[in-house]
């Protein structure tokens, strides 16, 4: 089993060699969940792509624990970035496909206020929702021994979708109906570098207007197979076909 992952605000400098504490929250789960004890490996992580291995010297109570750290090394960030916008789902599916995304891989994640979209995040309700999607992110990543955590954007408008698809070096909206003239994705030419950007539409699909517009600004319509998907899982399923063709998972 590869050692446990533990986020920390901020590694050591280059050089330290000093004993170092994990506390709070992490430092309670390595020491009263994980029950880690001298001589096991744990590797530390700021989750924006710099970590450091280290063996534990030490369990302290229920929430400390005295770690000695190898040097900290930075991990460069993946070529080509993959960002997912997301249609925002109904209940908790939409952090099952943060969750999933995140295992499998996907660089950024764009929460979406689709026209079709039944549910809304507005006010309260919204930076509830949106610190879970941030938090799900983080915890995935942990799980799935990532030191590069998915960036969750800010809500976006339709418009701010747009926009981002606009700049993006390959710019795909998935959408299942074959009359409409959608192209497979697994057959798609892709960018070896650079950004691709994936929309994902709601359990009622992308609307023409929504359609339109994204086609304007160079987006063109893919499909995934033959089934349809979820809308909180198709994401999962083309970032892993992406991560595969783009020689990321090689």
Do not use: N
């Amino acid at each position: 089993m590869t050692a446990p992952v533990f986020v920390v605000e901020e590694l050591p400098g280059p050089g330290a060699r000093s004993a170092f504490v994990l506390d709070g929250p992490e430092g309670r789960h390595a020491v009263s969940v994980k029950r880690l004890r001298a001589g096991e490996a744990v590797v530390l992580t700021d989750g924006a792509g710099r970590w450091a291995e280290g063996e534990v010297v030490a369990a302290e109570g229920k929430d400390r624990l005295v770690l000695s750290l190898k040097d900290v090394v930075e991990e460069p960030a993946e070529s080509p970035r993959i960002t997912v916008v997301q249609a925002l789902p109904k209940g908790d599916r939409g952090e099952l496909a943060v969750e999933t995304m995140t295992e499998t891989g996907v660089d950024a994640i764009v929460p979406w206020a689709a026209a079709r979209c039944i549910t809304q995040w507005k006010g309260e309700r919204g930076l509830k929702a949106l610190a879970k999607w941030r938090a799900t992110a983080r915890e995935a990543g942990k799980q799935s021994r990532r030191v590069r955590f998915p960036e969750v954007a800010d809500q976006a408008t339709t418009r701010q979708v747009a926009a981002l698809l606009s700049e993006a070096d390959f710019a795909a909206v998935l959408h299942e109906d074959r009359e409409y003239g959608s192209e497979p994705l697994a057959t798609a030419e892709l960018p070896s570098s650079g950004r691709i950007v994936l929309v994902v539409g709601p359990e009622g699909g992308v609307s023409p207007e929504e359609l339109a517009l994204f086609e304007g600004v160079g987006a063109k319509a893919y499909r995934l197979g033959r089934s349809v998907l979820r809308t909180s899982t198709a994401g999962t399923a083309a970032t892993a076909l992406l991560l595969g063709r783009t020689g990321r998972w090689s």
